[in-house]
């Protein structure tokens, strides 16, 4: 247990950092104020001050902030972050101090940059992760292994020593990444590209419905099986193979978050599925006594679920910035009054809270129905 609590204080410590550091540099390259640096929210555990900015730990382990000065929305945000107890926030409403170095007084293409360094960066981490375990550990191709007599894989004629390049028309590049794709479409005909002995063939098989049991739900669900078993070690890959597999993995995994939140959206994924802390805490230890490699990769798919999810329109969020920064652009200029963009932050807050509690809550329901 302790083990497992302090892998995940080291993931979300390591994930946060990395985002919150993606913006403190981008908002000091083009000379914003800067006067905190946090990881964590709510009241300051622990901190220095180097220079203008204190850096501190915060109690509560669910996120992290860099309080720019002249931010319209910071006497509330303000409030999750800690208060604004160094004199920065603004009072509700009015506008920022008028230095130079506010965020608002800054060029359109300054904050955009500022705004989507965190996700950038989250990104990068990504990638850095993925090709650092095709360097250290080696790849493992999706090439087939076993193919079960009768099966869906069988009938359509797939074979041992088939290497798998394209599953439902997305490229694959590992097991993982073709056992998801096949799960998706049970009892509904999926196109498999193979490469055999350097010749490209393309098959169709109908994967058959199997209940699973979910750990994440605490429900069975129905997945797609065509009868092959898939796996072959590719060798440890170069500098350069390495940062290609990290790049396509990243790839893959923003699609597949992509397409969970679009199955929310019509009701193919079930919103029990949604996680908090709880949940990757438990992925973590579990990862983290698989070996290294094993937890570098789960904190590389969910620095890529931070980054995605921070994408999101929503105010409070980086995607909410976006979103404010493009109305911007579309009226010429003519930014959100102050106390426009303060109510839209004040309802992104309350949806971004309720969130959380009904993560946590799917956790909490997932270890007690355990």
Same mark, same amino acid.
């Given at each position: 247990?302790?083990?497992?609590?302090?892998?995940?204080?080291?993931?979300?410590?390591?994930?946060?950092?990395?985002?919150?550091?993606?913006?403190?540099?981008?908002?000091?390259?083009?000379?914003?104020?800067?006067?905190?640096?946090?990881?964590? &929210?709510?009241?300051?555990?622990? #901190?220095?001050? /180097?220079?203008?900015?204190?850096?501190?730990?915060?109690?509560?382990?669910?996120?992290?902030?860099?309080?720019?000065?002249?931010?319209?929305?910071?006497?509330?945000?303000?409030?999750?972050?800690?208060?604004?107890?160094?004199?920065?926030?603004?009072?509700?409403? /009015?506008?920022?101090?008028?230095?130079? /170095?506010?965020?608002?007084?800054?060029?359109?293409?300054?904050?955009?940059?500022?705004?989507?360094?965190?996700?950038?960066?989250?990104?990068?981490?990504?990638?850095?992760?993925?090709?650092?375990?095709?360097?250290?550990?080696?790849?493992?191709?999706?090439?087939?292994?076993?193919?079960?007599?009768?099966?869906?894989?069988?009938?359509?004629?797939?074979?041992?020593?088939?290497?798998?390049?394209?599953?439902?028309?997305?490229?694959?590049?590992?097991?993982?990444?073709?056992?998801?794709?096949?799960?998706?479409?049970?009892?509904?005909?999926?196109?498999?590209?193979?490469? /055999?002995?350097?010749?490209?063939?393309?098959?169709?098989?109908?994967?058959?419905?199997?209940?699973?049991?979910?750990?994440?739900?605490?429900?069975?669900?129905?997945?797609?099986?065509?009868?092959?078993?898939?796996?072959?070690?590719?060798?440890?890959?170069?500098?350069?193979?390495? &940062?290609?597999? #990290?790049?396509?993995?990243?790839?893959?995994?923003?699609?597949?978050?992509?397409?969970?939140?679009?199955?929310?959206?019509?009701?193919?994924?079930?919103?029990?599925?949604? #996680?908090?802390?709880?949940?990757?805490?438990?992925?973590?230890?579990?990862?983290?006594?698989?070996?290294?490699?094993?937890?570098?990769?789960?904190?590389?798919?969910?620095?890529?679920?931070?980054?995605?999810?921070?994408?999101?329109?929503?105010?409070? &969020?980086?995607?909410?910035?976006?979103?404010?920064?493009?109305?911007?652009? &579309?009226?010429?200029?003519?930014?959100?009054?102050?106390?426009?963009?303060?109510?839209?932050?004040?309802?992104?807050?309350?949806?971004?809270?309720?969130?959380?509690?009904?993560?946590?809550?799917?956790?909490?329901?997932?270890?007690?129905?355990?």
């Amino acid at each position: 247990m302790i083990i497992t609590i302090l892998v995940t204080v080291v993931v979300l410590g390591v994930l946060i950092f990395v985002h919150e550091l993606g913006h403190f540099a981008a908002a000091k390259s083009v000379g914003i104020e800067v006067p905190r640096f946090s990881i964590g &929210l709510g009241p300051k555990m622990a #901190g220095f001050r /180097r220079g203008e900015t204190e850096y501190v730990l915060s109690w509560i382990p669910l996120g992290g902030y860099v309080k720019m000065a002249g931010m319209a929305d910071e006497e509330i945000t303000g409030k999750l972050e800690g208060g604004a107890d160094d004199g920065v926030a603004a009072e509700p409403g /009015r506008p920022s101090s008028g230095s130079p /170095r506010d965020f608002d007084a800054k060029p359109f293409w300054a904050r955009v940059m500022v705004i989507s360094a965190g996700v950038i960066m989250n990104w990068l981490f990504a990638v850095v992760a993925f090709a650092a375990i095709a360097m250290g550990q080696g790849v493992f191709e999706p090439r087939i292994a076993e193919v079960a007599p009768g099966s869906p894989a069988a009938e359509a004629g797939l074979r041992v020593d088939d290497l798998i390049t394209r599953v439902d028309g997305g490229a694959v590049h590992d097991p993982t990444q073709v056992t998801m794709r096949i799960e998706r479409r049970a009892g509904e005909p999926v196109d498999i590209v193979v490469d /055999r002995d350097g010749e490209e063939l393309a098959f169709v098989a109908t994967p058959d419905a199997v209940e699973q049991f979910s750990d994440f739900t605490g429900e069975s669900r129905t997945v797609g099986r065509v009868g092959i078993r898939i796996g072959a070690d590719g060798g440890r890959q170069g500098p350069v193979s390495a &940062l290609g597999h #990290g790049w396509s993995n990243a790839t893959y995994w923003g699609g597949a978050v992509l397409q969970f939140l679009g199955d929310l959206i019509t009701g193919r994924s079930s919103a029990r599925e949604i #996680g908090g802390p709880i949940m990757i805490g438990e992925i973590s230890g579990r990862a983290a006594r698989a070996g290294f490699w094993q937890l570098l990769g789960f904190m590389a798919v969910i620095s890529i679920n931070l980054a995605i999810f921070n994408l999101l329109p929503i105010p409070v &969020l980086d995607g909410g910035h976006l979103l404010f920064l493009g109305i911007e652009g &579309l009226r010429g200029g003519r930014p959100l009054s102050v106390q426009q963009r303060v109510r839209f932050t004040t309802v992104g807050m309350l949806f971004v809270l309720a969130l959380m509690v009904w993560a946590v809550g799917n956790d909490v329901l997932r270890v007690i129905l355990r």
